[in-house]
Structure formats: C-alpha cells, structure tokens
Nanobody, 123 residues
Framework: QVQLVESGGGSVQPGGSLTLSCAAS????????MGWYRQAPGKERELAAR???????KYADSVKGRFTISRDNAKNTVSLQMNSLKPDDTAVYYC?????????????????WGQGTQVTVSL
C-alpha cells in the first residue's frame, strides 16, 4: 500500500553530477524524516543524507559540501543532488522514509525503503 520509487541512478565519470529522486505513493498520511542511504559492494549500508519534515539536514562527513538533499512535502518526494562525484561514491543508493500510512484501516508508522538505484563513478 506504500511504495518508494527511486529514479536517476546511472554511470558518470569522476567529477560529474547525478540527481536521485524518490517518490512516496499509496496511502501516505504523514512523512517524517526522509533520507538516502548507500551500500557499496562488501560494505554495510550507511547514511548519505537525511532531511527532517521541517528541512533540517544531516550529511555523512564523506559527502558534505558535495551532496545536497531536498524534499517537496506537497509531492511526497525527496531528491539528492550529487556533485563532484568520486569513485568511492559508487554504491546502490536507497531511499528511506519514516512515515505514517493508512494500513488495514489503521494509521501505522514505520520505516519504508525503496528498491535501490545503482550509482557508478568510474573513468
């Protein structure tokens, strides 16, 4: 009943830019925090950036100054503008949302994840 659908991944050369987008759909009532996590091969999933309902942002040290997270509360979307990309940014990027949805006639709050989108930075 709730889906997070990502778009915008791809391949880019070092120094390039990509923008990831994620839209929440279904019986969404309220979206609290939204964020982007990433998982590189052989590594654990880690936070890249997060944004609260009021727009307070948090970034991993490794992406500060290069990535910008934003959201549109009216459209239930979150975006990640990634500039000056490095090979170390190569990973599957997952959209995450802490949201309340109407499920089986009850409002329930929990974390939701997108299916992931691949970002590859290489020559």
């Amino acid at each position: 009943q709730v889906q997070l659908v990502e778009s915008g991944g791809g391949s880019v050369q070092p120094g390039g830019s990509l923008t990831l987008s994620c839209a929440a759909s279904g019986t969404v009532a309220t979206i609290y925090d939204m964020g982007w996590y990433r998982q590189a091969p052989g590594k654990e999933r880690e936070l890249a950036a997060r944004i609260s309902m009021s727009g307070i942002t948090k970034y991993a040290d490794s992406v500060k100054g290069r990535f910008t997270i934003s959201r549109d509360n009216a459209k239930n979307t979150v975006s990640l503008q990634m500039n000056s990309l490095k090979p170390d940014d190569t990973a599957v990027y997952y959209c995450n949302a802490d949201l309340q949805a109407l499920i089986n006639r009850l409002f329930q709050r929990r974390d939701y994840w997108g299916q992931g989108t691949q970002v590859t930075v290489s020559l």
